[in-house]
């Protein structure tokens, strides 16, 4: 059986190496906090780490992820701006359905760890996930302020 190191822990999966690692996830562990929402890698919902970069898990065959750390949003409280993210989400108020947070968030969290201070251009860039909510401008406030927090640690 594969084995997957998810949110720090190794873990043997019943599963065929081509399945989408979102199925893996969801179907064979249990961790649901990853979303499904187009299945085409086209709106995000279902982003998680993988070596510390943003996949889009529907597209992702767990072949492509087995030997890297792979992180959802069940193990994101480990990383460094996980707390200036989610204190800057309910500051600006960015949830509104709140179907494509978890994406959103894990997005948000690999923008951070690689640029500590991005523009707006980057985060732009980074954040491609779709909320149709349109929180788009609460999202990159967010951002921006996680990132000043995360400047005066």
Do not use: F
Not at 36 to 58: E, P, S
Not at 119 to 135: F, H, L
């Amino acid at each position: 059986m594969p084995v997957l190191e998810v949110n720090g822990t190794a873990r043997e999966v019943a599963a065929e190496e081509a399945m989408p690692l979102l199925w893996v996830l969801r179907d064979v562990l249990g961790l649901v906090g990853t979303k499904y929402g187009c299945g085409v890698a086209a709106c995000g919902a279902c982003t998680v780490l993988a070596d510390g970069r943003a996949v889009r898990a529907c597209v992702t065959p767990l072949a492509s992820v087995l030997g890297k750390r792979v992180v959802t949003i069940e193990g994101a409280r480990g990383r460094a701006p996980w707390a200036a993210l989610r204190q800057a989400w309910i500051a600006e108020q960015v949830p509104q359905c709140g179907y494509c947070q978890s994406g959103m968030l894990m997005a948000s969290v690999a923008l951070l760890e690689a640029a500590r201070s991005p523009s707006d251009g980057q985060i732009d860039e980074a954040i491609g996930n779709i909320c149709r909510c349109g929180t788009y401008p609460r999202v990159r406030k967010a951002i921006h302020r996680a990132a000043a927090q995360l400047a005066k640690a």
